[in-house]
């Protein structure tokens, strides 16, 4: 019987695999997909498992507008998730969702010319509400 965090190396490799990425173990922030390249943490808690399919979420769900894209990639990371979303797990994405709708990010965003604000029924706000 394998240990759950096993179980969550063996499910990131098979999509790993299954999609032709590359994946860097690190614990530097930010966490990310650079082309195929994905830099992501050793998947120690459910929090990080999901770090990692949410990261494969943004090249499944393609180049999208900034709040588009991480809506989608969380929903992706989601449906991708073998194992029951645990509180704190939920509780992470939540916070990571809120913090991309933050007026600061928002002004940053606007400066970069992606001022793209997805429609209030998309999975961004659905998912940044809890
Ligand atoms: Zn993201």
Known sequence: MSSVRERYEEHIADLVEEHGLIRYLTW???YQ????ELYVPPP???VHYLITLHEI???IVGNRPVLYGEGEA???ALELSRFPLTEYA????VKCLNWYSLESYMALLMLKGDVDIPDIDHPFWRLANG
């Open 44 to 46: 120690v808690t459910m």
């Open 33 to 36: 997909l650079d082309g195929r």
């Open 90 to 93: 939920r509780k992470y994405m």
């Open 74 to 76: 969380w929903e992706k």
């Open 57 to 59: 979420g943004h090249y």
């Open 28 to 30: 530097e922030k930010p």
